[in-house]
């Protein structure tokens, strides 16, 4: 019995994957009124003897493609895909011993419109049981590629140059999941890490190279400012991330008319509480023997959601007053449903969105502490607050040019009821941390 | 109509963040977060995937709230993924054995045996088709156990049958009211004292530069921090007087600890296959060649055996660690390496530490002592003050080496003994003393310490 | 109506936050933890040391950071060869070779070269078929560390198929006293079913049922019930082994294929032939088994385009520059030529003198017309009281080619009594055979 099994084990590698794999690419290619996929079946020497096409070779290729469509789905926002065979070929290539193997290119397309931001969702099942290389990338043209799950440049060349590195595993990739939106320019995604999206792998390696240079044996100059400018980035990125009430910032501001004081305002105040926390977390930390972060952590997210929460009970009593007041005015004349609570409002939603402190940061400051670079551990978490600050303004600026595009139009008529919608949203997320936060602890 | 989209994205974002907190920090920790991280598994690669036999951690401590018992703890299975349920081997024996004689003989065997409580044979649990996610799932198999002590020359004596084994959270589908369960795992043994056996969260931490000290020579952030992963434990809460010698724990407080997973072969007999008494000892002090087998080995033939002795008397590895933190470790013979994991701490055997602590020479009845490695645990010791995870470092006399509590801090303790302390200067620096501890599950008050298991992370 | 119109957007926000809080809130629809179906932080959820893929992932990243730590190549190594083994995928041949090449370049913390390293090199040769390199490598391992209880595993599983019984009986017993574990008990199972002791190689593989620490594990052991049962001649109860194999592990080919031939046994064939596909496009073990199967069914085309199959197989084996003499020669012996059958085995017999290699001679030399030298064979390969349907077959045949009519009349219906399926085609020849000599007889 074990001599059946360990026959597959001699079949020495011939095909730089091992002669017995069936290896998939598909390189996708968005275009505005179409996706394309160019599928490729490398197929090593064993499958190729064992599905010897009988038959014309362009007439076995243009039956596989249609096997092979069959097997490939898409989806643009949910909505199935439609493809087609456009190109079929098929061609032996020389392999070890005599044989050969081969190779099988299908140029599918689907038509889809990217008149606006369409999430396109793609997976290939063709042999999924066969082993192999199985790799995706995708590429917008005439359309910008905002979000993707695979790289836009194959690594294997199109499965024609596989890399043997002893410390690599062949990609497994079979779905991959973009956004694309009108426009040009194509932001590619760097090489490619398996199963990880663009952003984390960016934190990751960001965080990486932040914590090496803190660690570093010695702290030159431009290592110091390289670090900081990292911690900036994380900091943007983290803020980027979810859980910052950034939505209900940015709706409240531009609630406010979104007065770009006001904004400048819930920025710094971010900043300030989040280093406060920090720091002060990182001193819990270090004066008691053993802090429990799970529970310093539920406790803070309690405290920003009712604060959260507490903003908005607020607002939407003023905004319901005020409209009670102000009805006579008629429309567009909106001013005035903030002033009641003026900066305290502004500043508190600052203080919620910075309470909770981000672990990546507690542990930076902890590092540079422990390495007896407190000043500096100091500076860093400071800096990541900045760039908390920063994506935090930024969200602010786009929803109120958003607001200002949006009020030129037929939404005008909404105008009254913003403050009541804002007021609401910000009361509903406040709540709904809170709870969370509540639920995590208990 | 925007708010929807942007809301129900945050939404599922901050769901996410959530789950990701402590993976940032386990990622932003490097390569210390990895199987290396509980204190005996970078050991065999044989039992790389025998996770049930698999013995990570052992402590013993006076109870802090209960001063006239000890309390023991022996984890089993570590690194259990959240929600996933694990089973004991239902053919090997767990065990607890207590030596107040200094002999290497257990006076008294605490021993574990394990039933799956289903009519047909099923897979392991871990095996099972189970997402981590509620969703159809096969009902939860549970397991129970069956308590035994056994004593030199007595009967055995059945503590627990039937006794229900604590499964891991898995969710309010599954396992509704998930403290309740705790509860019902936590019972009273006749004659005194506690028991609790089941999964909690793994209260193991480490010194992040410590581990990554004594196993790769790489300085890192020396912040303290756990693995946010469950464990298998094995928890006794015994009266002193029923493990001191002769029922005198006044007159022969002195007692050493170890456990074992003795798996039954395919004839009737069970083999040994796995003990632990001072954490790090078989990674550490036995070369990499010999670990199997001190795996197999019973501390009473510890002296006889050449493994033992010789190995902690001459570590390779304290040369390895010294040459990495630019240190000088002692020289051998380390008789204070012996003093420390063989023979107990004790001024009557002219070892280079000068204390009377914890060695069974100090029972009353004692009169001669074998070298054997067991965790020792002086239950006079009183209850420190102010305890200190330097253990006796500090000054701490009832910490590590003397029995092992919770908090104590044991690779780094493990780490600066090896270098010297505490019988010469040794190399206190070679980790930070301050550094942070960063836990995410505390340890409670009372029996049995533990807390309840991880579930996803927070 | 104005007042409805008015707090319409209201009503919208507050059904809107009631939908969410009722998705997300604790105990809602959506539970707290089961996050974005992507990655976090690179790690799959449910992330495990443990677990195959989440060890190597690590392990790649650990030595791509410190290549100088001999330990983890050691262990990637191991891991690597497992991989292959589970997968059949060859790739991780080669991978695992240049790890513990890397971990024996580098000089171990105790002088010698590491000795996982060492053992896993022995357990790569006993994959490859090279069992005089597998025991090389386990006697130096057992040289150096005697209590390193892998080894004896190399050692058991060489020793078996050199066909030095004794010494492997001898090995194992070593390993089951120093660690009862799955390796060990399913290697037992191994040698009593050699022995003909099925009572004890089904305890054996129950107690290693129990303790399979993963997915793959446990369909290796149940596959290993299912085949215990089929050679016992219950194909209903092997079905079910397979069964429960293929429900932990869907993709494991030796028990798609173990199905499909208790499939074909009890007569569902279509199934079968869909099960032997589905089997030899995950691994090339099973084609002239499945071919054997097409022939028997009147499909010559399809029988012989599986036996090309092996053919190119056995080429590429050759360029490698290995020669699996037995598996050359059981096929021609049955579907080739018996002269080049009798010459590959002689020389397989010069290597290693197991019961299979004893058998497949015996078997050619009949084909060949040596029906002296045959009986010598057969009577090898039933040395160890092995019940095996083929071999009695092959041992019938033979007496009856000596013209021994009553020896060859119990050795056929012996096979046929140990399982009367044991192979398509055998099987409706013995009960030929026996026919033909029971009127003989009378």
Same mark, same amino acid.
């Given at each position: 019995?074990?001599?059946?099994?360990?026959?597959?084990?001699?079949?020495?590698?011939?095909?730089?994957?091992?002669?017995?794999?069936?290896?998939?690419?598909?390189?996708?290619?968005?275009?505005?009124?179409?996706?394309?996929?160019?599928?490729?079946?490398?197929?090593?020497?064993?499958?190729?003897?064992?599905?010897?096409?009988?038959?014309?070779?362009?007439?076995?290729?243009?039956?596989?493609?249609?096997?092979?469509?069959?097997?490939?789905?898409?989806?643009?926002?949910?909505?199935?895909?439609?493809?087609?065979?456009?190109?079929?070929?098929?061609?032996?290539?020389?392999?070890?011993?005599?044989?050969?193997?081969?190779?099988?290119?299908?140029?599918?397309?689907?038509?889809?419109?990217?008149?606006?931001?369409?999430?396109?969702?793609?997976?290939?099942?063709?042999?999924?049981?066969?082993?192999?290389?199985?790799?995706?990338?995708?590429?917008?043209?005439?359309?910008?590629?905002?979000?993707?799950?695979?790289?836009?440049?194959?690594?294997?060349?199109?499965?024609?140059?596989?890399?043997?590195?002893?410390?690599?595993?062949?990609?497994?990739?079979?779905?991959?999941?973009?956004?694309?939106?009108?426009?040009?320019?194509?932001?590619?995604?760097?090489?490619?890490?398996?199963?990880?999206?663009?952003?984390?792998?960016?934190?990751?390696?960001?965080?990486?190279?932040?914590?090496?240079?803190?660690?570093?044996?010695?702290?030159?100059?431009?290592?110091?400012?390289?670090?900081?400018?990292?911690?900036?980035?994380?900091?943007?990125?983290?803020?980027?991330?979810?859980?910052?009430?950034?939505?209900?910032?940015?709706?409240?501001?531009?609630?406010?008319?979104?007065?770009?004081?006001?904004?400048?305002?819930?920025?710094?105040?971010?900043?300030?509480?989040?280093?406060?926390?920090?720091?002060?977390?990182?001193?819990?930390?270090?004066?008691?023997?053993?802090?429990?972060?799970?529970?310093?952590?539920?406790?803070?997210?309690?405290?920003?959601?009712?604060?959260?929460?507490?903003?908005?009970?607020?607002?939407?009593?003023?905004?319901?007053?005020?409209?009670?007041?102000?009805?006579?005015?008629?429309?567009?004349?909106?001013?005035?449903?903030?002033?009641?609570?003026?900066?305290?409002?502004?500043?508190?939603?600052?203080?919620?969105?910075?309470?909770?402190?981000?672990?990546?940061?507690?542990?930076?400051?902890?590092?540079?502490?422990?390495?007896?670079?407190?000043?500096?551990?100091?500076?860093?978490?400071?800096?990541?607050?900045?760039?908390?600050?920063?994506?935090?303004?930024?969200?602010?600026?786009?929803?109120?040019?958003?607001?200002?595009?949006?009020?030129?139009?037929?939404?005008?008529?909404?105008?009254?009821?913003?403050?009541?919608?804002?007021?609401?949203?910000?009361?509903?997320?406040?709540?709904?941390?809170?709870?969370?936060?509540?639920?995590?602890?208990? | 109509?925007?708010?929807?989209?942007?809301?129900?994205?945050?939404?599922?974002?901050?769901?996410?963040?959530?789950?990701?907190?402590?993976?940032?920090?386990?990622?932003?920790?490097?390569?210390?977060?990895?199987?290396?991280?509980?204190?005996?598994?970078?050991?065999?690669?044989?039992?790389?995937?025998?996770?049930?036999?698999?013995?990570?951690?052992?402590?013993?401590?006076?109870?802090?709230?209960?001063?006239?018992?000890?309390?023991?703890?022996?984890?089993?299975?570590?690194?259990?993924?959240?929600?996933?349920?694990?089973?004991?081997?239902?053919?090997?024996?767990?065990?607890?054995?207590?030596?107040?004689?200094?002999? $290497?003989?257990? /006076?008294?065997?605490?021993?574990?045996?394990?039933?799956?409580?289903?009519?047909?044979?099923?897979?392991?649990?871990?095996? =099972?088709?189970?997402?981590?996610?509620?969703?159809?799932?096969?009902?939860?198999?549970?397991?129970?156990?069956?308590?035994?002590?056994?004593?030199?020359?007595?009967?055995?004596?059945?503590?627990?049958?039937?006794?229900?084994?604590?499964?891991?959270?898995?969710?309010?589908?599954?396992?509704?009211?998930?403290?309740?369960?705790?509860?019902?795992?936590?019972?009273?043994?006749?004659? $005194?004292?506690?028991?609790?056996?089941?999964?909690?969260?793994?209260?193991?931490? #480490?010194?992040?530069?410590?581990?990554?000290?004594?196993?790769?020579?790489?300085?890192?952030?020396?912040?303290?921090? $756990?693995?946010?992963?469950?464990?298998?434990?094995?928890?006794?809460?015994?009266?002193?007087?029923?493990?001191?010698?002769?029922? *005198?724990?006044?007159?022969?407080?002195?007692?050493?600890?170890?456990?074992?997973?003795?798996?039954?072969?395919?004839?009737?007999?069970? =083999?040994?296959?796995? =003990?632990?008494?001072?954490?790090?000892?078989?990674?550490?002090?036995? &070369?990499?060649?010999?670990?199997?087998?001190?795996?197999?080995?019973?501390?009473?033939?510890?002296?006889?055996?050449?493994?033992?002795?010789?190995?902690?008397?001459?570590?390779?590895?304290?040369?390895?660690? /010294?040459?990495?933190?630019?240190?000088?470790?002692?020289?051998?013979?380390?008789?204070?390496?012996?003093?420390?994991?063989?023979?107990?701490?004790?001024?009557?055997?002219?070892?280079?530490?000068?204390?009377?602590?914890?060695?069974?020479?100090?029972?009353? *009845?004692?009169?001669?002592?074998?070298?054997?490695?067991?965790?020792?645990?002086?239950?006079?010791?009183?209850?420190?003050?102010?305890?200190?995870?330097?253990?006796?470092?500090?000054?701490?006399?009832?910490?590590?080496?003397?029995?092992?509590?919770?908090? *104590?801090?044991?690779?780094?303790?493990?780490?600066?003994?090896?270098?010297?302390?505490? /019988?010469?200067?040794?190399?206190?620096?070679?980790?930070?003393?301050?550094?942070?501890?960063?836990?995410?599950? &505390?340890? #409670?008050?009372?029996?049995?310490?533990? /807390?309840?298991?991880?579930?996803?992370?927070? | 109506?104005?007042?409805?119109?008015?707090?319409?957007?209201?009503? %919208?926000?507050?059904?809107?936050?009631?939908?969410?809080?009722?998705?997300?809130?604790?105990?809602?629809?959506?539970?707290?933890?089961?996050?974005?179906?992507?990655?976090?932080?690179?790690?799959?959820?449910?992330?495990?040391?443990?677990?195959?893929? %989440?060890?190597?992932?690590?392990?790649?990243?650990?030595?791509?950071?410190?290549?100088?730590?001999?330990?983890?190549?050691?262990?990637?190594?191991?891991?690597?060869?497992?991989?292959?083994?589970?997968?059949?995928?060859?790739?991780?041949?080669?991978?695992?070779? %240049?790890?513990?090449?890397?971990?024996?370049? !580098?000089?171990?913390?105790?002088?010698?070269?590491?000795?996982?390293?060492?053992?896993?090199?022995?357990?790569?040769?006993?994959?490859?078929?090279?069992?005089?390199?597998?025991?090389?490598?386990?006697?130096?391992?057992?040289?150096?560390?005697?209590?390193?209880?892998?080894?004896?595993?190399?050692?058991?599983?060489?020793?078996?198929?050199?066909?030095?019984?004794?010494?492997?009986?001898?090995?194992?017993?070593?390993?089951? +006293?120093?660690?009862?574990?799955?390796?060990?008990?399913?290697?037992?199972?191994? !040698?009593?079913?050699?022995?003909?002791?099925?009572?004890?190689?089904?305890?054996?593989?129950?107690?290693?049922?129990?303790?399979?620490?993963?997915?793959?594990?446990?369909?290796?052991?149940?596959?290993?019930?299912?085949?215990?049962?089929?050679?016992?001649?219950?194909?209903?109860?092997? !079905?079910?082994?397979?069964?429960?194999?293929?429900?932990?592990?869907?993709?494991?080919?030796?028990?798609?294929? %173990?199905?499909?031939?208790?499939?074909?046994?009890?007569?569902?064939?279509?199934?079968?032939?869909?099960?032997?596909?589905?089997?030899?496009?995950?691994?090339?073990?099973?084609?002239?088994?499945?071919?054997?199967?097409?022939?028997? !069914?009147?499909?010559?085309?399809?029988?012989?385009?599986?036996?090309?199959?092996?053919?190119?197989?056995?080429?590429?084996?050759?360029?490698?520059?290995?020669?699996?003499?037995?598996?050359?020669?059981?096929?021609?012996?049955?579907?080739?030529?018996?002269?080049?059958?009798?010459?590959?085995?002689?020389?397989?017999?010069?290597?290693? +003198?197991?019961? @299979?290699?004893?058998?497949?001679?015996?078997?050619?030399?009949?084909?060949?017309?040596?029906?002296?030298?045959?009986?010598?064979?057969?009577?090898?390969?039933?040395?160890?009281?092995?019940?095996?349907?083929?071999?009695?077959?092959?041992?019938? @045949?033979?007496?009856?080619?000596?013209?021994?009519?009553?020896?060859?009349?119990?050795?056929?219906?012996?096979?046929?009594?140990?399982?009367?399926?044991?192979?398509?085609?055998?099987?409706?020849?013995?009960?030929?055979?026996?026919?033909?000599?029971?009127?003989?007889?009378?």
């Amino acid at each position: 019995m074990i001599a059946a099994a360990a026959l597959a084990g001699v079949v020495l590698a011939a095909h730089p994957l091992g002669n017995f794999s069936v290896n998939h690419y598909d390189g996708l290619t968005v275009r505005h009124d179409r996706i394309e996929d160019v599928a490729i079946v490398d197929s090593a020497e064993i499958p190729t003897l064992q599905e010897q096409p009988t038959g014309p070779a362009d007439l076995h290729a243009r039956r596989a493609c249609e096997e092979l469509r069959g097997d490939v789905a898409g989806q643009a926002e949910g909505r199935a895909l439609a493809w087609r065979v456009e190109e079929a070929s098929f061609a032996y290539r020389p392999g070890a011993a005599g044989l050969r193997t081969s190779r099988l290119t299908c140029r599918l397309s689907a038509p889809i419109r990217v008149d606006r931001p369409l999430t396109l969702t793609f997976a290939n099942a063709h042999r999924a049981d066969a082993m192999g290389w199985r790799e995706i990338t995708a590429t917008g043209s005439g359309v910008r590629l905002r979000d993707s799950s695979v790289p836009s440049r194959s690594m294997s060349g199109e499965l024609r140059d596989y890399p043997s590195d002893l410390l690599s595993s062949p990609p497994d990739v079979r779905q991959a999941r973009l956004t694309v939106e009108p426009g040009s320019g194509e932001r590619g995604t760097a090489a490619s890490v398996r199963g990880v999206d663009v952003i984390t792998r960016y934190t990751g390696m960001l965080a990486d190279r932040l914590n090496a240079v803190i660690g570093a044996e010695r702290l030159t100059m431009p290592l110091g400012l390289l670090a900081l400018l990292l911690s900036l980035v994380l900091g943007a990125v983290h803020a980027a991330m979810p859980g910052h009430g950034k939505t209900v910032m940015a709706a409240y501001l531009a609630g406010r008319d979104g007065r770009l004081r006001d904004a400048c305002t819930v920025a710094a105040t971010v900043t300030l509480t989040h280093t406060a926390g920090v720091l002060v977390l990182g001193l819990l930390v270090t004066i008691t023997a053993s802090v429990a972060g799970e529970v310093v952590i539920g406790w803070l997210g309690v405290v920003s959601g009712l604060l959260i929460a507490l903003i908005g009970t607020a607002l939407l009593r003023s905004a319901l007053r005020s409209r009670k007041a102000g009805h006579g005015h008629g429309h567009g004349h909106g001013h005035g449903h903030g002033h009641g609570h003026g900066h305290r409002g502004v500043v508190a939603l600052g203080v919620a969105g910075g309470l909770v402190p981000s672990p990546s940061a507690l542990v930076v400051l902890l590092g540079a502490m422990a390495l007896g670079r407190t000043a500096f551990g100091v500076m860093t978490v400071v800096c990541y607050g900045l760039g908390m600050a920063a994506t935090l303004l930024a969200a602010a600026l786009v929803l109120r040019r958003f607001r200002n595009l949006t009020l030129a139009g037929r939404l005008r008529r909404l105008r009254p009821y913003t403050a009541t919608m804002t007021a609401a949203l910000v009361l509903l997320v406040g709540t709904g941390v809170t709870v969370r936060a509540v639920a995590a602890l208990i | 109509m925007h708010h929807t989209g942007s809301q129900s994205r945050r939404a599922w974002l901050l769901i996410g963040a959530a789950s990701t907190a402590v993976l940032t920090t386990t990622a932003l920790l490097g390569p210390a977060m990895r199987a290396g991280e509980a204190t005996s598994h970078w050991d065999a690669p044989a039992t790389f995937a025998d996770k049930q036999i698999d013995a990570s951690d052992l402590y013993a401590f006076t109870s802090p709230e209960n001063p006239d018992t000890v309390t023991i703890i022996a984890d089993y299975i570590p690194f259990q993924i959240p929600h996933k349920p694990y089973d004991f081997d239902t053919n090997t024996r767990y065990e607890v054995h207590i030596d107040n004689t200094g002999t $290497g003989r257990p /006076a008294i065997t605490y021993r574990w045996t394990f039933k799956t409580n289903s009519p047909l044979p099923v897979a392991p649990s871990s095996i =099972r088709k189970r997402t981590h996610q509620a969703g159809p799932v096969d009902s939860l198999v549970e397991q129970s156990y069956t308590l035994t002590k056994l004593q030199e020359g007595k009967p055995a004596q059945t503590l627990v049958t039937n006794g229900y084994v604590a499964p891991t959270d898995i969710g309010p589908l599954i396992t509704p009211g998930y403290s309740r369960l705790r509860q019902k795992a936590v019972r009273d043994l006749p004659g $005194g004292g506690k028991v609790f056996t089941g999964t909690a969260a793994d209260p193991f931490y #480490s010194d992040n530069d410590a581990v990554n000290t004594l196993r790769f020579g790489l300085r890192f952030f020396p912040i303290k921090s $756990g693995v946010p992963m469950n464990v298998s434990s094995l928890a006794l809460q015994l009266p002193k007087s029923e493990l001191a010698l002769g029922g *005198d724990a006044s007159a022969n407080p002195v007692v050493g600890i170890w456990t074992t997973a003795s798996r039954k072969s395919l004839g009737s007999d069970h =083999r040994q296959v796995s =003990r632990l008494g001072n954490p790090n000892f078989n990674e550490v002090i036995i &070369p990499l060649v010999e670990r199997d087998r001190f795996n197999t080995l019973r501390p009473e033939n510890d002296e006889s055996g050449g493994l033992v002795g010789p190995s902690t008397l001459d570590p390779h590895q304290a040369k390895v660690v /010294a040459d990495r933190v630019n240190a000088q470790a002692p020289p051998a013979p380390r008789k204070d390496l012996e003093e420390i994991y063989l023979t107990g701490l004790t001024t009557q055997r002219d070892g280079p530490i000068k204390e009377d602590l914890n060695s069974h020479l100090l029972n009353r *009845d004692v009169s001669g002592i074998s070298r054997v490695e067991e965790l020792r645990l002086n239950m006079s010791t009183p209850l420190a003050a102010k305890p200190d995870k330097w253990g006796i470092l500090k000054g701490d006399k009832q910490g590590y080496p003397n029995g092992r509590r919770l908090i *104590d801090d044991v690779v780094t303790i493990n780490l600066r003994m090896l270098l010297g302390e505490p /019988a010469g200067k040794g190399k206190p620096d070679v980790v930070d003393e301050n550094s942070p501890a960063f836990l995410w599950k &505390p340890i #409670s008050g009372s029996f049995p310490y533990l /807390a309840l298991p991880v579930t996803a992370a927070p | 109506m104005t007042h409805v119109r008015r707090f319409l957007p209201l009503l %919208g926000c507050l059904l809107l936050g009631c939908v969410l809080l009722a998705l997300f809130a604790p105990g809602g629809l959506l539970r707290r933890d089961d996050g974005p179906p992507s990655r976090v932080e690179g790690r799959p959820k449910g992330w495990s040391p443990y677990e195959l893929s %989440g060890y190597i992932e690590d392990a790649q990243e650990h030595l791509r950071h410190h290549p100088d730590d001999a330990a983890t190549w050691a262990s990637l190594g191991g891991v690597y060869l497992e991989q292959a083994r589970r997968s059949a995928d060859v790739t991780y041949y080669g991978k695992a070779q %240049g790890a513990f090449e890397c971990s024996l370049r !580098l000089p171990a913390d105790d002088g010698g070269p590491n000795i996982d390293a060492v053992i896993g090199m022995g357990a790569l040769a006993n994959a490859r078929h090279d069992f005089t390199g597998g025991l090389r490598w386990a006697e130096q391992a057992r040289k150096a560390a005697p209590y390193r209880w892998a080894l004896y595993g190399v050692l058991t599983d060489a020793y078996l198929e050199l066909g030095d019984y004794e010494q492997a009986q001898s090995a194992l017993r070593r390993m089951l +006293q120093g660690r009862p574990d799955l390796a060990s008990f399913t290697r037992a199972a191994r !040698l009593e079913h050699l022995h003909g002791r099925t009572g004890p190689a089904r305890t054996a593989l129950e107690r290693a049922r129990e303790i399979a620490g993963d997915p793959a594990e446990y369909a290796f052991v149940l596959w290993q019930l299912g085949e215990l049962a089929w050679s016992g001649g219950d194909p209903r109860a092997a !079905l079910g082994f397979y069964e429960q194999a293929l429900a932990a592990d869907r993709t494991h080919a030796p028990s798609l294929a %173990g199905r499909a031939r208790a499939e074909a046994a009890l007569g569902r064939t279509g199934q079968a032939l869909r099960g032997y596909a589905a089997a030899v496009a995950r691994s090339p073990s099973f084609v002239v088994e499945y071919g054997e199967l097409l022939e028997h !069914l009147g499909d010559r085309a399809g029988a012989r385009r599986q036996y090309t199959v092996f053919s190119g197989q056995l080429k590429l084996l050759a360029a490698n520059g290995i020669n699996d003499d037995l598996a050359v020669g059981r096929f021609e012996a049955d579907h080739g030529d018996p002269d080049t059958a009798v010459r590959h085995l002689r020389a397989e017999w010069a290597r290693r +003198q197991s019961v @299979e290699v004893a058998d497949a001679l015996a078997w050619a030399l009949h084909r060949a017309g040596h029906e002296t030298e045959a009986a010598g064979y057969a009577a090898r390969a039933a040395r160890l009281g092995g019940r095996d349907a083929l071999f009695a077959y092959h041992r019938g @045949e033979i007496e009856r080619a000596l013209g021994h009519a009553g020896a060859a009349r119990a050795y056929l219906a012996q096979a046929l009594s140990i399982n009367p399926h044991f192979s398509p085609h055998g099987a409706a020849r013995a009960r030929a055979a026996l026919a033909r000599l029971e009127s003989d007889a009378t």
